[in-house]
T-cell receptor, first 111, second 115 residues
Framework: DQQVKQNSPSLSVQEGRISILNCDYT??????FLWYKKYPAEGPTFLIS?????DKNEDGRFTVFLNKSAKHLSLHIVPSQPGDSAVYFCAASALGNMLTFGGGTRLMVKP | GAGVSQSPSNKVTEKGKDVELRCDPI?????LYWYRQSLGQGLEFLIY????????KSGLPSDRFSAERTGGSVSTLTIQRTQQEDSAVYLC?????????????FGPGTRLTVL
């Protein structure tokens, strides 16, 4: 049973527009959430995180929103750039333990 | 400084053979993790090491999988009697300490193909 799900395997967005990547989770014990970005033939790199005591965290063009009642989080990238094209993984943890990852969403930003 | 390195980058083996995958973590990082990513799937946790503590092996899928970490640095993941379903990208990560709040730095992975 997947505890972290990314239901959209891919997303295509025009350069300059907003990219919204979604993630749903089932474990109510999750209290920390992260987004990782992965380019082909490279390992994932940390992008942004959010604690369950917050509902929003912003870092430059990247903002993560958390809706605990819906067990849903999203990553907003605005404006999107071609270099943002990658696979994005959502991850969650409970009480500082291991990360549980979603299946990833491939973002393609068209020039 | 150098990041996490893994070797080999690609490994093709025949079903039933044993394979060893190597990970060199970032110097000074006490925590080391192994994950695998099967085709179209997310990252699946396998095992992690924290300092001299006993490793958390809770993610290993079968007893054919084992891992060691020598001297608190280099780690080797061994898969015995490989099966086709073991085909995946095996990723290693390290962090200064264990725990999700410490950023994990990933290596480029080893792509394992079992024929």
């Amino acid at each position: 049973d997947q505890q972290v799900k990314q239901n959209s395997p891919s997303l295509s967005v025009q350069e300059g527009r907003i990219s919204i990547l979604n993630c749903d989770y089932t474990n109510s014990m999750f209290d920390y959430f992260l987004w990782y970005k992965k380019y082909p033939a490279e390992g994932p790199t940390f992008l942004i995180s959010i604690s369950s005591i917050k509902d929003k965290n912003e870092d430059g063009r990247f903002t993560v929103f958390l809706n605990k009642s819906a067990k849903h989080l999203s990553l907003h990238i605005v404006p999107s750039q071609p270099g943002d094209s990658a696979v994005y993984f959502c991850a969650a943890s409970a009480l500082g333990n291991m990360l549980t990852f979603g299946g990833g969403t491939r973002l393609m930003v068209k020039p | 400084g150098a990041g996490v390195s893994q070797s080999p980058s690609n490994k093709v083996t025949e079903k039933g053979k044993d394979v060893e995958l190597r990970c060199d973590p970032i110097s000074g990082h006490t925590a080391l993790y192994w994950y695998r990513q099967s085709l179209g799937q997310g990252l699946e946790f396998l095992i992690y090491f924290q300092g001299n503590s006993a490793p958390d092996k809770s993610g290993l899928p079968s007893d054919r999988f084992s891992a060691e970490r020598t001297g608190g640095s280099v780690s080797t993941l061994t898969i015995q009697r490989t099966q086709q379903e073991d085909s995946a990208v095996y990723l290693c990560a390290s962090s200064q300490e264990a725990g999700s709040r410490n950023e994990q730095f990933f290596g480029p992975g080893t792509r394992l193909t079992v024929l």
